[in-house]
Nanobody, 130 residues
Framework: VQLQASGGGLVQTGGSLRLSCVVS????????MGWFRQAPGKEREFVAV???????????YYADSVKGRFTISRDRNKSTMYLQMNSLKPEDAAVYYC?????????????????????WGQGTLVTVSS
């Protein structure tokens, strides 16, 4: 499985961006697809995840800091995942990484751990000017 993130750029405070992550390979084996971000000097942190299972509906989970402003989605065959970011703040500035895992957990909040992800994209930079 390979992931390729894109869509980052410079935006003013209050603006919007949509990030994309193209996923190739054995996408049907993936149960969790998420976004993380890392600002300079900080640890990589969880942003959002979409958990899917062949027999269940998708579930999403967000970090409190982005809830209500960001929306994660994916197309039906899991080949592309999106992160719609609205009302951006300077503190949202970071390199954003998409990630995927074949692991399945009943509790969607388990997916906020970087350690459970098998695959990572290369990152796309988001800059928010004040």
């Amino acid at each position: 499985v390979q992931l390729q993130a894109s869509g980052g750029g410079l935006v003013q405070t209050g603006g919007s961006l949509r990030l994309s992550c193209v996923v190739s390979g054995r996408t049907m084996s993936l149960n969790g697809m998420g976004w993380f971000r890392q600002a300079p000097g900080k640890e990589r942190e969880f942003v959002a995840v979409i958990r899917s299972h062949i027999k269940l509906e998708d579930n999403t989970y967000y970090a409190d800091s982005v809830k209500g402003r960001f929306t994660i989605s994916r197309d039906r065959n899991k080949s592309t995942m999106y992160l719609q970011m609205n009302s951006l703040k300077p503190e949202d500035a970071a390199v954003y990484y998409c990630a995927a895992t074949s692991r399945y957990y009943n509790s969607v909040d388990y997916y906020d751990r970087t350690s459970i992800y098998n695959y990572w994209g290369q990152g796309t930079l988001v800059t928010v000017s004040s």
